[in-house]
């Protein structure tokens, strides 16, 4: 089946890189998101940008996606199911996940797309999603979470606020449902994983603890697998825009170096 189904340019931020909604196909789905592609006619990196938050919490900011690009990648970003016209109903982490795999398929077939150069970046919420489609799709070159979530019961247990959400989504808690919280959770997998790994995190981040990063962190360790972690003692869950953008512009730098690896 043809992935997109539709694709309309909208108004961009910047001058010099195009900004397009999409609509493509996810497990018989119509999904949404946007595509950002820098002007010109080279191959450049591709970048799959997975959100966190849940509904309109967290929903994909343009200026984000325009930062990225302007690195010199062609970024697709979803909104996940259910989410600003899309069909189905968002299921933080669990079969939406399809939405990440397929994005990433999507991607991989943007004719300007490097295809030795695929990069996977989740943050916060996404950074579960950016793992389990690391896991999912290996011919990936990278794979960064930036405070990122990487246990689902570590975040019920952490975010008293998300309970009854959680409990909504996922139909109970994780003493009830343990295999539902332990299907959401990466890290039991990550022995799998192929992609070269970046952790960036803000030690005083209030909404996903840094234990997430470590837990990645000591698991890759045990199996023998390269982890770069970048931690910073002064920064939260948002980090202040002006380190934010330097740090991204680090990150994109670190991505293209692993591609064609």
Same mark, same amino acid.
């Given at each position: 089946m043809k992935r997109l189904i539709d694709k309309v340019k909208i108004p961009s931020p910047h001058p010099r890189?195009? &900004? $397009? &909604?999409? !609509? $493509?196909?996810?497990?018989?789905l119509r999904v949404k998101g946007y595509l950002a592609v820098p002007d010109g006619k080279e191959k450049l990196p591709g970048l799959l940008y997975l959100r966190g938050g849940i509904k309109t919490v967290g929903m994909v900011r343009v200026q984000r996606l325009i930062q990225w690009?302007?690195?010199?990648m062609i970024v697709l970003a979803p909104f996940y199911r259910g989410n600003k016209g899309g069909e189905g109903n968002e299921d933080f982490c669990g079969d939406d996940r399809e939405d990440a795999f397929t994005a990433f398929d999507l991607l991989q077939s943007v004719p300007r797309v490097e295809r030795e150069s695929l990069h996977i970046l989740g943050f916060s919420r996404g950074g579960v999603m950016a793992l389990q489609t690391a896991l999912a799709r290996p011919q990936a070159s990278s794979v960064t979470c930036w405070n990122g979530v990487s246990d689902m019961v &570590? !975040? $019920?247990e952490e975010r008293v606020d998300l309970r009854r959400m959680m409990k909504r989504v996922i139909g109970g808690t994780p003493n009830k449902y343990p295999e539902r919280y332990r299907w959401r959770t990466p890290l039991h997998q990550l022995a799998a994983l192929k992609p070269r790994i970046l952790l960036i995190h803000g030690e005083k981040d209030e909404h996903v603890s840094l234990t997430h990063a470590r837990l990645v962190e000591q698991v890759c360790r045990q199996e023998g697998k390269e982890v770069a972690t970048w931690y910073f003692p002064q920064f939260s869950h948002h980090f202040p825009p002006t380190e934010q953008r330097v740090i991204l512009s680090e990150a994109a730098a670190w991505m293209k170096g692993q591609g064609g690896k």
């Open positions: 890189i195009s &900004l $397009y &909604l999409i !609509t $493509y196909w996810s497990a018989g690009a302007a690195e010199g &570590l !975040t $019920y």
